[in-house]
Nanobody, 119 residues
């Protein structure tokens, strides 16, 4: 069973930075796609950033140039560096792993970590 545990959330002023970490129990498969999502009250969960097994990244338009996703397979960890934070970045941030085994994709989710950006 894969378990994901996020950390690094908190309260920060606008313009500040936070670094989120997601520790994956077991091990990260080199073929896993990993990502960060977020959900604000009354809104649907949205993708923030993803990184493929080959290291390709993609970002939501709202965070491009401010957030950076990275992964360390040796440490079974994925990170999200968030700079120039804005109040609209306030949300619960969730770590996600998509694992494909024998053509079957399974999504794994962390419990979420709260990020609050004050104006």
């Amino acid at each position: 069973q894969v378990q994901l545990v996020e950390s690094g959330g908190g309260l920060v002023q606008a313009g500040g930075s936070l670094r989120l970490s997601c520790a994956v129990s077991g091990r990260i498969f080199s073929t896993d796609t990993m990502g960060w999502y977020r959900q604000s009250p009354g809104k649907q969960r949205e993708v923030v950033a993803r990184i493929t097994s080959g290291g390709s990244t993609n970002y939501a338009d709202s965070v491009k140039g401010r957030f950076t996703i990275s992964r360390d397979n040796a440490k079974n960890t994925v990170y999200l560096q968030m700079n120039s934070l804005k109040p609209e970045d306030t949300a619960v941030y969730y770590c996600n792993v998509i694992r494909v085994v024998l053509s079957t994709a399974t999504n794994y989710w962390g419990q979420g970590t709260q990020v609050t950006v004050s104006s």
